[in-house]
């Protein structure tokens, strides 16, 4: 008996060491939420309806470029909404030839037949919706690696109560400013070809081009770089509307300096936009490269050589501005824009009062336990107060060691494992009583309060946990914190309420013969 229960309390030491050794100190080992560090709090909207316009767009400027390589002259080709496009002016006996041009098109789209040889095109139900989904998964994605680059301990990225809805909490960041305008920025990158510029305003290149613009042509606008010592202006380019490479072709960005040892952004391309830029570089030598960012033309090289898969963003750039704009271009671009539906900033001094409050809380709670347990069940109300106060450290222990984020929420979840320790030892002290009022020994008692109490202390434990569960998949991520903590102390309660408080009353009665217990 003698071994079996210095083996249980090795057991306990070493379980509570390992909790101690986990989140002691806690200033550095506790991680901390929003509510309680301070930062800020950003719900944006993802503008699906972009995504959808681009497919819509980039789907018809294929469609273009093929009618051109196989001499299909059309009317025009015009974008009406965000998801259909459509083709006028096809020659009558050129409209069969046409059609055998859209099995790629018609994956994607139905063709819907109108008057004097002019088909609309409009994206499938089905696609709609999963295009949808796909872009607000892609910019949750993205927003998370670009938060991560930031250097932010603990966010917290997710989706928030509508389908087009993110919300990102950011603690500790004081920058607000800055993290804004990273999350947001699409950091669309393109390289076209340059047909013609620059010009000193958007009238001249409309006249140069006759007053109208192809369908395959854009201008945009951008910057004119000028001789050393001289500002830059702004200028437009004529450039080809479809792109050599994009940004999906990016594989590395990094901060770099120009050959004037001004701040730059190099980038790298993956093999098969090196291979693409390979081609169009090689075609194109001694004519002008345009690097569009964001529908704005950041520099204009002369192509020299050959390029496979490095290139540099030339520009009027800080350091700053250099090093945000390769975390931007190797985080991917975002797949719409997105628009700031809240902001709430919590400051450091009211996460300070939010943990003390708490945490008075939870003395005030453990308190009032103290006393009751004390006053009802004499004696033994210490062998619970003991195996609660353990239960609260293993709880903290797992915490730390799972990298879980201590929230206000979580605070209350602590205070509520409070009440479960306390009502499974209720449970035992009351079986014990009942086992007692049998005229069984004191010991047979104990260990029969114990036997018998287990069965329905995992059964309400259970309940608690599934209920747990539903909240953890289903709520937002105050409540995720608050299930987490639950989750936890539900776990360790059943070790400490059954293991710990029936070691510590064989303690007691090992070795004695023990006539009454205090309970």
């Not at 919300?167 to 950091?187: E, F, H, N, Y």
């Amino acid at each position: 008996m003698a071994k079996n229960f210095r083996w249980k309390f090795l057991s306990i030491v070493a379980v509570l060491g390992l909790a101690v050794f986990a989140f002691y100190p806690p200033d550095q080992k506790v991680k901390l939420g929003l509510d309680l560090k301070g930062g800020v709090q950003l719900v944006l909207r993802v503008q699906t309806d972009d995504a959808l316009r681009l497919e819509t767009q980039t789907t018809a400027d294929r469609l273009a470029e093929l009618l051109k390589t196989n001499n299909i002259p059309v009317g025009a080709m015009t974008v009406g909404n965000a998801t259909s496009f459509t083709v006028s002016g096809i020659p009558p006996e050129r409209d069969a030839e046409f059609r055998n041009q859209l099995a790629e098109v018609e994956t994607n789209y139905e063709r819907g037949s109108g008057s004097g040889g002019a088909y609309t095109f409009t994206l499938r139900p089905n696609l709609v919706v999963q295009l949808r989904e796909d872009t607000v998964n892609q910019a949750l994605q993205t927003i998370e690696r670009r938060v991560n680059e930031l250097g932010v301990a603990e966010p917290v990225i997710a989706r928030h109560t509508a389908a087009d809805q993110i919300m990102v909490q950011l603690p500790g960041v004081t920058d607000v400013g800055r993290a804004k305008d990273i999350i947001r920025s699409t950091a669309q990158l393109e390289l076209k070809q340059v047909e013609q510029g620059p010009f000193s305003d958007e009238a001249a290149a409309r006249a140069v081009l006759g007053g109208s613009v192809a369908p395959d042509m854009q201008i945009l606008p951008g910057v004119i770089e000028a001789g050393p010592g001289q500002a830059a202006s702004t200028g437009y380019y004529v450039v080809r509307r479809v792109p050599a490479v994009t940004g999906r072709d990016l594989r590395n960005a990094r901060p770099t300096l120009d050959e004037n040892n001004r701040p730059a952004v190099s980038f790298s391309l993956n093999n098969d936009g090196a291979r693409k830029f390979g081609t169009f570089t090689q075609n194109n030598i001694g004519r002008q490269l345009a690097i569009v960012l964001d529908n704005r033309v950041q520099s204009a090289p002369v192509i020299q050589s050959r390029i496979d898969d490095e290139g540099r963003i030339t520009g009027n750039f800080t350091n700053q501005e250099t090093q945000d704009l390769s975390l931007k271009l190797r985080s991917g671009a975002l797949p719409a824009n997105l628009t700031y539906l809240e902001e709430r900033t919590v400051g450091p001094s009211l996460g300070a009062d939010s943990i003390r409050a708490g945490v008075t809380a939870a003395a005030g709670g453990l308190l009032l336990v103290t006393l009751f347990m004390l006053f009802y069940y004499k004696a033994a109300g210490i062998n619970a107060l003991i195996a609660i106060g353990a239960n609260l450290i293993i709880l903290l222990g797992l915490m730390a060691y799972a990298g879980a984020t201590m929230t206000l929420p979580g605070i209350a979840g602590f205070i509520l494992t409070i009440g479960m320790g306390v009502d499974s030892n209720v449970l035992i002290f009351e079986r014990i009583k009942e086992e007692l009022r049998t005229a069984k020994g004191v010991k047979q008692a104990v260990a029969a309060g114990f036997d018998r109490v287990l069965l329905t202390i995992l059964d309400t434990h259970v309940a608690s946990l599934i209920a747990a569960a539903f909240l953890f998949n289903f709520g937002t991520s105050s409540i995720r914190g608050f299930a987490l903590t639950l989750t936890i102390g539900l776990l360790s309660n059943v070790f400490t309420a059954y293991f710990v408080s029936r070691t510590m009353f064989e303690a007691t009665l090992t070795g004695r013969n023990v006539q009454k217990l205090s309970i």
